[in-house]
Each structure stands twice: as structure tokens, then as C-alpha cells.
């Protein structure tokens, strides 16, 4: 008994001090980190950077985080941050969120608010810390714009998971449900009749980028999409349905050529959102009517479009009709 006794004893003595080792070394590392973001002329600050959880975790929280990166003009902001992990499973963490932050780009200024936002990440169990899978819970979320758009949903799931480590890619997915979309935008289409909420948003993708999601990739630079697999973005919203599907090649310039399939009931209504929000100008609205009408038409079914989306030379296309100039599928 007096055995057994000494070695619970050693190696509750033992495991202590790996924990108080382990935990202060986390610490060390991770003010290191705000210290050498700093040096490369970042704005990195934080109040205060804990690691507590004995004895079974390190849960460390950055308190009044600041981090803005000068290359991007990205900013980020948030009275606390924590990662949490158990002790011995130190490559599979919980991300916690606080109820509200701001995110900043050049162009615009974001508030975001949550009752609860977390995320299950899982690092493949190397020094660079590459990225394997996630998966994240938001309830109660909501983003405003300065610019004066927003977007509010009670609940949404966003996961992802490494693919291959040759072409760095990754599938996606994301759903929500009864997703509010800005008070104005809700105004602008008063008279179509549509509900104040999208029933659902659903999107199921596969990306390759041209780097892999590591600690490089927040320290140096952000990975870029060369390829996307659209297996299936769908939307729906009252009487409206949109389908979509297709692949599409990213040059390193962020400029997109391929083909997405498009599926589009009640796709008049669909049209007037699009001039609505801007997506599309409202002096080619009349055109693009016309012309869709003849291709609905050639299917037998004059409100149910299905049509390519084409990316072409920086240009798109919308079965026979231009649209406009592609966007850039840059991450900043």
C-alpha cells in the first residue's frame, strides 16, 4: 500500500510539473508570437495572455487583442480571445469568440456579434502547425457593415477538411437557415412579395490554393485559390430557388475562367435582386431579361432558367448575354 501510495504520489508530482512546464512554455510561445508580429511592423497587442486549466488543460486567453497587419490593411479586434486544449492533445484545440469584435478591411469597417461562436480545429501534428479540419458553431450571428449592409442568421455550421497535401485543398461546407439579409435591401423588394428571411443557404465546394493553411500562412501571407469545385450552392428564399454547380481555374492574378451551371426558378425575381444589390447594373436589367427569356423558353418552362455562368478573358457571361468584368478571387 505505502508503494502504491509513493508512486501516485510521484506521479501526480510528475505530472504536475510537465503541466506547469508545458504551460509556461505555451505562454512564452505565444507572447513570443504578438513580439514577433510586432517586430515586422504589425500592430499585436494584448493587454494580457494567460495559460491556465490545470491539470488537465491549456486554456490560454489573450485579453484586449488588438492584430493588424499593415501588408493587407486587414484589423481585427476583440476583448478577449481563447484557445483551449487538453494537455495531452495539444494539436486539437477549441477556439472560443467573444460576444462582439470588428473586423477591418481598407474598404470597409465590420461589427460582429454572436451569442456563441466557436470552432474545433485539428492540426496535423507538425512544428508549422498545418491545418487538417474544423468545424464551427455560430448562434445568434450577425454582421454590420459601416458601408450600411448586414446580415443576421440564429444558427449556421461552417466546416472544413484537408483533402490533399500536393494541390492544398480543402472541401467546404456551409449551411444556415431562415437567414435575414439588410432592412434596406428587404425595402428595395417590398412590392416582389418575398419574406423577410432566406429559408436556407447551403454550399458544398472543394478548394485547392497555392499554399498550404499553416501559421505561415497568418505570419507571411494568405493562401490563394487556384482551383474551385462547385459541387452545390443553393439558396432559397420564398417562392425562389438558385442552384449552382461547376469548376472553376484561378490564375494568379485572382482572375477566374470555367463554368458554373446555373439553375434558377422564378428567375425574374432573382434578376431584380441582383439590380437590387448592385450585382447587376441596372441599365442592363431590361437586356438581360429579354435575353434569358429566350433561352427559359427554349427549356419549355419560361420561369425555371438553367443556363451557364461563363468566366472567360476577366469577363462573364450569362448564357448568351455579357455581364460584366470578373471579380478578383483574392484572399487579402
Known sequence: MRRLLVLVLVAATL?????????????????SWLSDRQADGWVAHSTDVSVQGFPSRFDATFTDIELADPDTGLAWSAPFFQILALSYKPNHVIAVWPHDQTL?????????????????????????????????SLDGFSIASDQGWSVSFPNARLATRALSQQTHSHEIGFEATQVHPSPDLVAKLGQTGLPEVFDALRLDAEVGFDAPWNRFAIEDRRPQPRQIKLRMLRAEWGKLELQAAGTLQVDDFGVPTGDISVRATNWREILAIAVATGAVPADLQSTLEQGLAVVAGLSGNSETLDVPLSFRRGRIQLGPVPIGPAPRLVIR
Open 15 to 31: 505530472w504536475a510539473g510537465y503541466w506547469f512546464i508545458g504551460a509556461r512554455g505555451a505562454e512564452t510561445a505565444l507572447k
Open 104 to 136: 477591418a478591411t481598407p474598404q470597409e469597417k465590420l461589427t460582429i456579434h454572436s451569442d456563441e461562436m466557436q470552432a474545433s480545429v485539428v492540426f496535423r501534428p507538425k512544428t508549422d502547425l498545418e491545418l487538417d479540419r474544423t468545424a464551427f
